[in-house]
């Protein structure tokens, strides 16, 4: 895993400032690569690219980049592991192509030879971000992996094409500009990240997954679909796989199987974040099936039980055999990351998972150079409680006027969240399972929020909201981009009410949040993490499987875990479904307050200039009464003032 950068100036350029500026923007991202850096400048076309390495694959000098292929054509930068590289090789092989060493990054460079940029993307089978420039016909070339683990920001900064894997990349670019994208802003408050293409700063895009650009001079980006999670979808629910139980649940093992011993290759130290959920632990139980070795598993505790995930973990760990290693981290450790978002996420990012997800990335980190997780078993496979409830909600709305909803929302919100704790906790030895959720209260106010619903569609799209209507928050802005709910040329309309929410999870929530969260944490401490439940043939097969093979009794994963069975005991992996989070609205009230009540200032609102102070301080006085927990929309708010002190420009 690595960082890249560069920029692109038509007009040409003087050398020697060329490579001292395409250094220090490298120099921006040596935590995504500390092994080795690297500078190719070709100063009459004005084009220079800067990379930082971690070495993972072929740690000898000959995977050092930038890299230019055998016939000098083309030049790259890649981020990534391609991990059908060896079958490619040895296709090129049989035609004849020589190789100089072993890496990935000279098997990309010489398919570009042989099969051009149309036919070698597609061909990639793994996790990338890249920039090529073909110096036959003078153009940029970007490429992004089909689910968007791997991130590429562009802007064209007065004519100059600048890029990089992280904005602070950019910025230190002296043509770039750091204007607020107030849209952004106002998507960023509903969703709690910036959604792509955008980014928070205008003129400044995020290459979609599964995309890949050709620029040309004076040109605007020529964009390229080559995989699409629409279609993949579409076709999949069209061309059911009619397979039995038995048999299906075989066919998932063998695609499992491949995914994980691909992603299992590498010539530094490996392991594998285990939080004891389904995901994590079924990666786990395949590694060390295929292992014959202690594999190594991280995970992080804490001392607050319902956030506890630590105690599972390691019955887990026993039960397979593993070299597992545990950390129980303090509030202090948690509130000591705080300080730090701001610089590992670069944009403003609302999800407070990231705290443990750094957490456990730094703990791996002390032990291996490489870890495999869990990501993207949810979104896949049906986990999300949203998945499962959400559609019970819209068939109960048809038949309740929305006069007796609103009464029904009313008489909820009498009773504070923290009561409503107390008396789900009271009852909850006699709940049924599914029902004993983490913050019960929490569960139930939204629930109340949903009542106002008129479609089912707008009940996803306020399962997935931080503020309901961010133009209340965001000043200046009327319209800001939605989820794409309602296009009809998505074909998503083929779809039932879980599969489509399941579709925009996969396009908009898994790139632009979990991915981002975990690319962004664990390149912060250079750790290469790689998720083998997003192998995209995994996630095509997945399609086309029927809903009773995901969801199954109101419980999601219904096929994975039945593989999972097949190494772990069900009596360890049963327990409800938990997040993995800190105590943030407690922190809010205690340790954190005073830092709160800072960002939260009505005077520092109004002299940005940026938020509407009064919907937020009446969020931030509810929140300290207890009458409501507004830990998630505060915490949006939070992380953008936490941003914006770091990264604005100076304000006048």
Same mark, same amino acid.
């Given at each position: 895993?690595?960082?890249?950068?560069?920029?692109?100036?038509?007009?040409?350029?003087?050398?020697?400032?060329?490579?001292?500026?395409?250094?220090?923007?490298?120099?921006?991202?040596?935590?995504?690569?500390?092994?080795?850096?690297?500078?190719?400048?070709?100063?009459?076309?004005?084009?220079?690219?800067?990379?930082?390495?971690?070495?993972?694959?072929?740690?000898?000098?000959?995977?050092?980049?930038?890299?230019?292929?055998?016939?000098?054509?083309?030049?790259?930068?890649?981020?990534?592991?391609?991990?059908?590289?060896?079958?490619?090789?040895?296709?090129?092989?049989?035609?004849?192509?020589?190789?100089?060493?072993?890496?990935?990054?000279?098997?990309?460079?010489?398919?570009?030879?042989?099969?051009?940029?149309?036919?070698?993307?597609?061909?990639?089978?793994?996790?990338?971000?890249?920039?090529?420039?073909?110096?036959?016909?003078?153009?940029?070339?970007?490429?992004?992996?089909?689910?968007?683990?791997?991130?590429?920001?562009?802007?064209?900064?007065?004519?100059?094409?600048?890029?990089?894997?992280?904005?602070?990349?950019?910025?230190?670019?002296?043509?770039?500009?750091?204007?607020?994208?107030?849209?952004?802003?106002?998507?960023?408050?509903?969703?709690?990240?910036?959604?792509?293409?955008?980014?928070?700063?205008?003129?400044?895009?995020?290459?979609?997954?599964?995309?890949?650009?050709?620029?040309?001079? /004076?040109?605007?980006?020529?964009?390229?679909?080559?995989?699409?999670?629409?279609?993949?979808? +579409?076709?999949?629910?069209?061309?059911?796989?009619?397979?039995?139980?038995?048999?299906?649940?075989?066919?998932?093992?063998?695609?499992?199987?491949?995914?994980?011993?691909?992603?299992?290759?590498?010539?530094?130290?490996?392991?594998?974040?285990?939080?004891?959920?389904?995901? $994590?632990?079924?990666?786990?139980?395949?590694?060390?099936?295929?292992?014959?070795?202690?594999?190594?598993?991280?995970?992080?505790?804490?001392?607050?039980?319902?956030?506890?995930?630590?105690?599972?973990?390691?019955?887990?760990?026993?039960?397979?055999?593993?070299?597992?290693?545990?950390?129980?981290?303090?509030?202090?450790?948690?509130?000591?990351?705080?300080?730090?978002?701001?610089?590992?996420?670069?944009?403003?990012?609302?999800?407070?998972?990231?705290?443990?997800?750094?957490?456990?990335?730094?703990?791996?980190?002390?032990?291996?150079?490489?870890?495999?997780?869990?990501?993207?078993?949810?979104?896949?496979?049906?986990?999300?409680?949203?998945?499962?409830?959400?559609?019970?909600?819209?068939?109960?709305?048809?038949?309740?006027?929305?006069?007796?909803?609103?009464?029904?929302?009313?008489?909820?919100?009498?009773?504070?969240?923290?009561?409503?704790?107390?008396?789900?906790?009271?009852?909850?030895?006699?709940?049924?399972?599914?029902?004993?959720?983490?913050?019960?209260?929490?569960?139930?106010?939204?629930? $109340?929020?949903?009542?106002?619903?008129?479609?089912?569609?707008?009940?996803?799209? *306020?399962?997935?909201?931080?503020?309901?209507?961010?133009?209340?928050?965001?000043?200046?802005?009327?319209?800001?981009?939605?989820?794409?709910?309602?296009?009809?040329?998505?074909?998503?309309?083929?779809?039932?009410?879980? *599969?489509?929410?399941?579709?925009?999870?996969?396009?908009?929530?898994?790139?632009?949040?979990?991915?981002?969260?975990?690319?962004?944490?664990?390149?912060?401490?250079?750790?290469?993490?790689?998720?083998?439940?997003?192998?995209? +043939?995994?996630?095509?097969?997945?399609?086309?499987?029927?809903?009773?093979?995901?969801?199954? /009794?109101?419980?999601?994963?219904?096929?994975?875990?039945?593989?999972?069975?097949?190494?772990?005991?069900?009596?360890?992996?049963?327990?409800?479904?938990?997040?993995?989070?800190?105590?943030?609205?407690?922190?809010?009230?205690?340790?954190?307050?005073?830092?709160?009540?800072?960002?939260?200032?009505? /005077?520092?609102?109004?002299?940005?200039?940026?938020?509407?102070?009064?919907?937020?301080?009446?969020?931030?006085?509810?929140?300290?009464?207890?009458?409501?927990?507004? *830990?998630?929309?505060?915490?949006?708010?939070?992380?953008? *003032?936490?941003?914006?002190?770091?990264?604005?420009?100076?304000?006048?």
């Amino acid at each position: 895993m690595c960082g890249l950068t560069g920029f692109w100036q038509p007009e040409g350029g003087f050398e020697p400032e060329m490579r001292a500026l395409v250094r220090r923007m490298a120099d921006t991202l040596v935590h995504r690569g500390p092994d080795d850096d690297g500078v190719w400048v070709e100063a009459r076309d004005g084009v220079a690219f800067g990379f930082r390495r971690l070495a993972v694959i072929d740690v000898t000098p000959t995977g050092h980049q930038p890299m230019v292929s055998a016939n000098g054509r083309y030049v790259i930068v890649f981020n990534g592991e391609i991990y059908n590289h060896r079958e490619l090789r040895a296709e090129l092989l049989r035609h004849g192509i020589e190789f100089r060493g072993a890496s990935d990054t000279e098997v990309i460079l010489e398919s570009l030879s042989f099969w051009g940029v149309e036919g070698t993307v597609p061909r990639l089978w793994g996790m990338f971000a890249m920039a090529i420039w073909d110096r036959h016909e003078k153009t940029l070339i970007f490429a992004r992996d089909r689910l968007g683990k791997k991130p590429l920001y562009y802007t064209d900064a007065a004519g100059t094409v600048v890029f990089g894997s992280e904005l602070k990349a950019l910025r230190a670019h002296p043509l770039f500009k750091r204007d607020i994208d107030r849209s952004a802003l106002a998507a960023y408050l509903r969703f709690g990240y910036v959604p792509a293409p955008l980014s928070i700063y205008q003129n400044v895009k995020k290459l979609l997954p599964g995309t890949y650009a050709v620029i040309r001079e /004076n040109a605007s980006a020529e964009m390229h679909t080559y995989w699409s999670a629409e279609k993949v979808a +579409r076709e999949g629910t069209s061309n059911h796989a009619f397979l039995s139980e038995e048999d299906a649940a075989a066919e998932l093992e063998r695609l499992l199987k491949d995914a994980v011993a691909r992603r299992m290759i590498s010539d530094v130290p490996l392991g594998a974040l285990l939080s004891g959920g389904i995901d $994590s632990s079924t990666i786990v139980g395949l590694m060390q099936c295929l292992s014959s070795r202690p594999v190594k598993t991280f995970t992080i505790g804490f001392d607050v039980p319902e956030y506890n995930e630590a105690l599972s973990a390691k019955a887990i760990a026993r039960h397979l055999g593993t070299e597992h290693t545990e950390l129980y981290a303090s509030p202090a450790d948690a509130l000591a990351v705080i300080p730090r978002i701001p610089d590992l996420y670069d944009e403003p990012f609302a999800d407070s998972s990231q705290i443990p997800t750094y957490l456990v990335c730094a703990l791996a980190r002390q032990h291996v150079t490489v870890s495999l997780s869990g990501d993207g078993g949810d979104e896949v496979f049906g986990g999300y409680i949203r998945y499962t409830v959400a559609g019970s909600i819209a068939e109960m709305l048809r038949y309740l006027p929305m006069p007796m909803r609103k009464k029904i929302a009313g008489t909820i919100r009498a009773v504070p969240v923290s009561t409503w704790n107390r008396w789900v906790g009271k009852a909850r030895p006699v709940l049924p399972k599914r029902w004993r959720v983490h913050l019960p209260g929490d569960k139930i106010y939204k629930l $109340s929020e949903l009542l106002s619903a008129r479609e089912a569609d707008e009940i996803y799209a *306020q399962l997935v909201s931080y503020w309901k209507d961010p133009t209340d928050l965001a000043i200046g802005v009327q319209q800001y981009p939605e989820l794409p709910l309602k296009n009809p040329a998505s074909g998503e309309r083929n779809l039932d009410f879980t *599969q489509r929410m399941m579709l925009l999870d996969l396009m908009t929530y898994l790139p632009d949040d979990i991915l981002v969260k975990v690319d962004r944490a664990s390149m912060a401490v250079s750790l290469e993490a790689r998720a083998p439940l997003l192998d995209h +043939r995994l996630v095509e097969w997945a399609w086309k499987l029927p809903m009773k093979l995901k969801i199954r /009794n109101g419980r999601g994963k219904y096929l994975l875990r039945k593989v999972l069975s097949r190494y772990i005991p069900d009596s360890l992996m049963e327990r409800p479904k938990t997040g993995f989070g800190i105590p943030l609205g407690e922190w809010l009230r205690g340790p954190l307050r005073e830092w709160a009540e800072a960002q939260l200032s009505d /005077n520092r609102l109004r002299r940005e200039q940026f938020l509407n102070p009064m919907p937020i301080r009446a969020s931030w006085s509810a929140h300290l009464r207890g009458d409501q927990n507004e *830990q998630y929309r505060l915490w949006a708010v939070l992380m953008f *003032q936490a941003w914006l002190e770091k990264w604005s420009q100076p304000i006048h």
